[in-house]
């Protein structure tokens, strides 16, 4: 019997295997219930008493050896030796996955928070479910004014309290304006919803940025810098800009801002229907009913607000014709904007 060990034991020091299968081969040989351990085992039951003693040390030892050698094999086998991964750069991912592309929409929001966040403006988020004091009253909405009506906005409930998807992100200003006092310098961006039929120009959904500003001695002149400053940062230096007077319920006075048509330069186009501008947001000073409602003392300080449409913005850089694309999720779509990431 001690031949056999003796014999055995320099055989396993000499396996190597090379695949999971003879892996598995080692084990079943050897260590299985029916393998070559286990048949030595047997015949230790009839070995003389006087040498159990002697045989049981061996074949204890054997065992012991014999497992060791199936976990070192084993080990090798899943780690591989470092010849097997010359030439190979192991911090490669195994398998290549197509990355994707950024949406467009992301891509311009990115490039309008950049901007605003250079010029000292901090980011500022609210809930898209909104009462109807943060989205309207609180902005100076008269009563009966038709952004209030079911043709315009989704309401969720009107009594005992009107609840509504917000139409314009403005929400968000009134709330950071209840909870501090100025100095406010924030921009708002976010997904609004209007109840309005879908098209190539218009969708029930959208994306807005807004901005605010609040301090004291605050001007209609800061409000055009900053405007201009973003104009030629999103549109390039050479943009010029105009500003028309308009009209919005918390904002006196208020203007939309035209840029000179990036296509045409200012010549007239298609694009800009011959007239050399386009329009991309609407803005003013902030309405002295607004800062009172919300708790500041309009004597004391003044500001501006403007917000723009995030699509308006991406259609002018991407001239894309169509609003329904960017919520269609077309891969093919997308992967137009893969260099911009």
């Given at each position: 019997?001690?031949?056999?060990?003796?014999?055995?034991?320099?055989?396993?020091?000499?396996?190597?295997?090379?695949?999971?299968?003879?892996?598995?081969?080692?084990?079943?040989?050897?260590?299985?219930?029916?393998?070559?351990?286990?048949?030595?085992?047997?015949e230790f039951r009839t070995v003389p008493p006087e040498q159990k003693r002697e045989l049981g040390q061996k074949l204890n030892s054997l065992k012991v050896f014999i497992n060791d050698k199936y976990n070192e094999l084993k080990d090798n086998l899943s780690s591989g030796s470092a010849s097997d991964f010359a030439g190979i750069d192991l911090t490669r991912t195994a398998t290549q996955f197509p990355v994707g592309s950024r949406h467009p929409i992301s891509i311009i929001k990115n490039d309008i928070v950049r901007i605003f966040?250079?010029?000292?403006?901090?980011?500022?988020?609210?809930?898209?479910?909104?009462?109807?004091?943060?989205?309207?009253?609180?902005?100076?909405?008269?009563?009966?004014?038709?952004?209030?009506?079911?043709?315009?906005?989704?309401?969720?409930?009107?009594?005992?309290?009107?609840?509504?998807?917000?139409?314009?992100?403005?929400?968000?200003?009134?709330?950071?304006?209840?909870?501090?006092?100025?100095?406010?310098?924030?921009?708002?961006?976010?997904?609004?919803?209007?109840?309005?039929?879908?098209?190539?120009?218009?969708?029930?959904?959208?994306?807005?940025?807004?901005?605010?500003?609040?301090?004291?001695?605050?001007?209609?002149?800061?409000?055009?810098?900053?405007?201009?400053?973003?104009?030629?940062?999103?549109?390039?230096?050479?943009?010029?800009?105009?500003?028309?007077?308009?009209?919005?319920?918390?904002?006196?006075?208020?203007?939309?801002?035209?840029?000179?048509?990036?296509?045409?330069?200012?010549?007239?186009?298609?694009?800009?229907?011959?007239?050399?501008?386009?329009?991309?947001?609407?803005?003013?000073?902030?309405?002295?009913?607004?800062?009172?409602?919300?708790?500041?003392?309009?004597?004391?300080?003044?500001?501006?607000?403007?917000?723009?449409?995030?699509?308006?913005?991406?259609?002018?850089?991407?001239?894309?014709?169509?609003?329904?694309?960017?919520?269609?999720?077309?891969?093919?779509?997308?992967?137009?904007?893969?260099?911009?990431?």
């Open positions: 019997m001690l031949e056999k060990i003796s014999a055995l034991t320099e055989e396993v020091s000499n396996v190597k295997v090379s695949s999971k299968e003879e892996l598995e081969s080692f084990r079943l040989k050897y260590l299985s219930k029916k393998g070559l351990v286990s048949e030595l085992m047997e966040s250079d010029m000292g403006f901090t980011v500022v988020e609210g809930p898209e479910i909104e009462d109807d004091w943060h989205v309207f009253s609180s902005l100076n909405f008269p009563a009966d004014h038709p952004a209030r009506d079911m043709q315009d906005t989704f309401f969720i409930s009107r009594n005992p309290l009107d609840v509504l998807l917000r139409t314009h992100t403005s929400s968000v200003q009134t709330r950071t304006m209840e909870r501090n006092q100025p100095p406010i310098r924030i921009i708002c961006p976010g997904r609004v919803y209007r109840n309005e039929a879908i098209s190539a120009r218009a969708h029930c959904f959208f994306h807005q940025v807004e901005g605010l500003y609040i301090d004291k001695n605050v001007s209609f002149a800061d409000l055009r810098q900053v405007l201009l400053n973003f104009a030629q940062e999103m549109f390039g230096p050479e943009t010029k800009i105009r500003l028309r007077p308009s009209y919005f319920p918390f904002t006196e006075p208020s203007a939309e801002l035209d840029i000179s048509c990036d296509i045409c330069g200012g010549k007239g186009c298609p694009f800009c229907k011959e007239t050399g501008w386009v329009e991309i947001l609407g803005c003013g000073m902030v309405d002295p009913n607004v800062l009172e409602a919300c708790g500041i003392d309009s004597s004391v300080y003044s500001g501006y607000a403007f917000g723009m449409g995030i699509e308006r913005i991406t259609n002018l850089k991407y001239k894309v014709k169509d609003l329904r694309m960017f919520s269609e999720n077309d891969v093919r779509f997308l992967a137009e904007f893969e260099s911009a990431r």
